[in-house]
């Protein structure tokens, strides 16, 4: 809203809140994520993963590698690039269990 400067937020519990920009924190969970300048496993700069929930004790997103292992790893937002988002703001909120299992190669030809 223009007027006010806030926000509508989809509520996990359901509902919406109204919130200010400067309240507010980018969440890259749902989102198809590149990985870069990583130093202690340079190997996967460039790679691309399905970034998964924020541990908010250690600033850490839980992204599952996109090679065909389904590997898990613990990476800082600054590590992380958004490549695009592939998730409605529902099925976001859905149990893990209730979701689809990603399929990368669908979801970027969406982004092209």
Avoid: H, M, W
């Avoid at 993963?49 to 898990?72: H, I, N, P, Q, W």
């Avoid at 695009?84 to 982004?111: I, N, V």
């Amino acid at each position: 809203d223009q007027a006010t400067g806030r926000f509508p937020i989809l509520l996990a519990a359901g509902g919406v809140k109204s919130i200010k920009s400067e309240n507010l924190r980018r969440v890259l969970t749902g989102s198809v994520v590149r990985l870069k300048a990583l130093q202690a496993a340079a190997e996967l700069n460039g790679s691309l993963a399905e970034c998964g929930e924020l541990d908010v004790a250690t600033e850490r997103y839980s992204v599952t590698l996109a090679d065909g292992k389904e590997t898990l790893k613990k990476v800082k937002e600054a590590n992380l690039e958004a490549v695009g988002r592939y998730l409605s703001p529902g099925r976001l909120l859905s149990a893990p269990a209730d979701r689809r299992p990603l399929a990368f190669a669908e979801a970027l030809k969406e982004q092209r």
